[in-house]
C-alpha cells in the first residue's frame, strides 16, 4: 500500500492529467498523461499491477471481484492538504486482464491558471455580458471545465449558476450542480427541463453530444439565460459544423449563438502551463454559421504563437507543435 501511495503522490505533484494501468505482454505498463502527450512512468510486475487496481477499485467503491464487465468510480486523494478527485474506469480483456483509467481532477484555484496573452480573458467576459450561447472546444485535459468554472466563479456573486455534468469534475459550493445518472433516468435533457425550472442566470452544460441535449441548450439560450457548454471539434470553426451535424438549424444558431472558444493548454518557456484561445465572435462567427467555410485555426491564432515565440514565451518547437490546433 505504501508503494502505491507514494506512486500516486509523485504523479499527483506532477499535476497529470490521467494514469493508464495497462496490462503488456507478461507485466503491467504505468502510463500518464499530460497535456495530450502519453508516456511511460513505471513498468511493474504483474502482481503489483493487480493489486494497484484492486486497491484504487475498493477505494472507490467499485466491485473488487469483478475483473470483466466495466466499472466506474470515484474517490478523493489527499496530497499533503490537498483534495484532488479520482474518476476510475476499469474493465476486462478477452484474456480476463483488468486495465484501469484514473483522471485525476484538481481543485480550481487562480494561482493555478494562467493565460498566455491575459487579454483574451477580457475578451471571454465581454461576451458573457451579451448573454446567448458561448462554447468551448479542444482536446481532453485542455481546461475547459476549468475555463468554465473560472469565469462563472466571476458572475456567481450576484448570479445563480447551475451546472449539469457528466460526472461533476469541480466541487464547487457557489454553483448549484446537477450530476448526470443515466440509472435514475436523468440524463443531460432531463436535468435540463429541471433547470429550467429552477430558473438560474447561468447554465454549464458539460457536453453537448446528442440532437436532443443540442437542442435543449438552444433553448436555453433562446429563453434568455446564459449559457456555457463544450462540444467536440478539432478547432472553433468545427463547432458550428458539429451543432448542424448535431441537428440544429443555423437559423437558430444566428439567434443564439454569442461566441466560441478554442483552446489548448501549453507549456511555456518558464515551465508553466497557460491556456491560449482561438475565438470567435461577432460578425467573424455570423459569417461563419451563414457560410460555413471556415477551416483550421484563424489568423489570430498564428499571430499569437508568433508573437509568443518573439516574447520567449514559447519555443519554436513548442510553437510549431502547436500551430494547426
Given at each position: 500500500?505504501?508503494?502505491?501511495?507514494?506512486?500516486?503522490?509523485?504523479?499527483?505533484?506532477?499535476?497529470?492529467?490521467?494514469?493508464?494501468?495497462?496490462?503488456?505482454?507478461?507485466?503491467?505498463?504505468?502510463?500518464?498523461?499530460?497535456?495530450?502527450?502519453?508516456?511511460?512512468?513505471?513498468?511493474?510486475?504483474?502482481?503489483y499491477?493487480?493489486?494497484?487496481?484492486?486497491?484504487?477499485?475498493y477505494?472507490?467503491?467499485?466491485?473488487?471481484?469483478?475483473?470483466?464487465?466495466?466499472?466506474?468510480g470515484?474517490?478523493n486523494?489527499?496530497?499533503?492538504?490537498?483534495?484532488?478527485?479520482?474518476?476510475?474506469?476499469?474493465?476486462g480483456?478477452?484474456?480476463?486482464?483488468?486495465?484501469?483509467?484514473?483522471?485525476?481532477?484538481?481543485?480550481?484555484?487562480?494561482?493555478?491558471?494562467?493565460?498566455?496573452?491575459?487579454?483574451?480573458?477580457?475578451?471571454?467576459k465581454?461576451?458573457?455580458?451579451?448573454?446567448?450561447?458561448?462554447?468551448?472546444?479542444?482536446?481532453?485535459?485542455?481546461?475547459?471545465?476549468?475555463?468554465?468554472?473560472?469565469?462563472?466563479?466571476?458572475?456567481a456573486?450576484?448570479?445563480?449558476?447551475?451546472?449539469?455534468?457528466?460526472?461533476?469534475?469541480?466541487?464547487?459550493?457557489?454553483?448549484?450542480?446537477?450530476?448526470i445518472?443515466?440509472?435514475?433516468?436523468?440524463?443531460?435533457?432531463e436535468?435540463?427541463?429541471?433547470?429550467?425550472?429552477?430558473?438560474?442566470?447561468?447554465?454549464?452544460?458539460?457536453?453537448?453530444?446528442?440532437?436532443?441535449?443540442?437542442?435543449?441548450?438552444?433553448?436555453a439560450?433562446?429563453?434568455?439565460?446564459?449559457?456555457?457548454?463544450?462540444?467536440?471539434?478539432?478547432?472553433?470553426?468545427?463547432?458550428?459544423?458539429?451543432?448542424?451535424?448535431?441537428?440544429?438549424?443555423p437559423?437558430?444558431?444566428?439567434?443564439?449563438?454569442?461566441?466560441?472558444?478554442?483552446?489548448?493548454?501549453?507549456?511555456?518557456?518558464?515551465?508553466?502551463?497557460?491556456?491560449?484561445?482561438?475565438?470567435?465572435?461577432?460578425?467573424?462567427?455570423?459569417?461563419?454559421?451563414?457560410?460555413?467555410?471556415?477551416?483550421?485555426?484563424?489568423?489570430?491564432?498564428?499571430?499569437?504563437l508568433?508573437?509568443?515565440?518573439?516574447?520567449?514565451?514559447?519555443?519554436?518547437?513548442?510553437?510549431?507543435h502547436?500551430?494547426?490546433?
Amino acid at each position: 500500500m505504501e508503494a502505491f501511495e507514494k506512486d500516486l503522490n509523485v504523479i499527483t505533484s506532477r499535476r497529470i492529467a490521467d494514469l493508464y494501468v495497462l496490462p503488456f505482454k507478461h507485466y503491467y505498463r504505468l502510463m500518464v498523461a499530460q497535456q495530450g502527450q502519453l508516456e511511460l512512468f513505471k513498468e511493474v510486475p504483474t502482481d503489483y499491477g493487480c493489486r494497484l487496481i484492486a486497491y484504487l477499485k475498493y477505494r472507490a467503491d467499485m466491485a473488487v471481484s469483478e475483473h470483466r464487465r466495466p466499472q466506474l468510480g470515484a474517490m478523493n486523494w489527499h496530497c499533503g492538504p490537498e483534495k484532488i478527485n479520482l474518476r476510475l474506469s476499469s474493465v476486462g480483456d478477452y484474456q480476463g486482464r483488468e486495465s484501469l483509467v484514473v483522471r485525476f481532477i484538481y481543485q480550481l484555484t487562480d494561482d493555478r491558471y494562467h493565460l498566455l496573452f491575459p487579454q483574451q480573458w477580457q475578451e471571454l467576459k465581454t461576451l458573457l455580458h451579451r448573454r446567448g450561447l458561448v462554447l468551448f472546444a479542444g482536446p481532453m485535459g485542455s481546461g475547459k471545465t476549468t475555463t468554465m468554472y473560472q469565469l462563472a466563479r466571476e458572475l456567481a456573486q450576484d448570479q445563480v449558476v447551475m451546472t449539469i455534468e457528466d460526472p461533476v469534475e469541480i466541487n464547487e459550493p457557489c454553483f448549484i450542480q446537477l450530476q448526470i445518472n443515466e440509472l435514475a433516468g436523468m440524463g443531460y435533457q432531463e436535468l435540463l427541463r429541471l433547470g429550467l425550472r429552477h430558473r438560474p442566470n447561468v447554465f454549464i452544460i458539460g457536453e453537448i453530444r446528442d440532437p436532443q441535449t443540442a437542442m435543449m441548450t438552444v433553448q436555453a439560450a433562446l429563453s434568455g439565460h446564459l449559457v456555457l457548454g463544450t462540444v467536440h471539434a478539432r478547432d472553433a470553426y468545427g463547432v458550428i459544423a458539429r451543432l448542424v451535424q448535431l441537428g440544429v438549424a443555423p437559423y437558430y444558431l444566428e439567434q443564439v449563438m454569442t461566441g466560441v472558444a478554442y483552446q489548448r493548454l501549453m507549456t511555456r518557456s518558464d515551465n508553466q502551463s497557460a491556456v491560449l484561445f482561438d475565438l470567435l465572435s461577432g460578425p467573424t462567427l455570423v459569417d461563419e454559421i451563414r457560410q460555413q467555410k471556415g477551416r483550421g485555426m484563424t489568423d489570430a491564432w498564428t499571430r499569437y504563437l508568433e508573437e509568443a515565440v518573439a516574447t520567449a514565451q514559447l519555443t519554436p518547437k513548442e510553437a510549431n507543435h502547436y500551430q494547426n490546433g
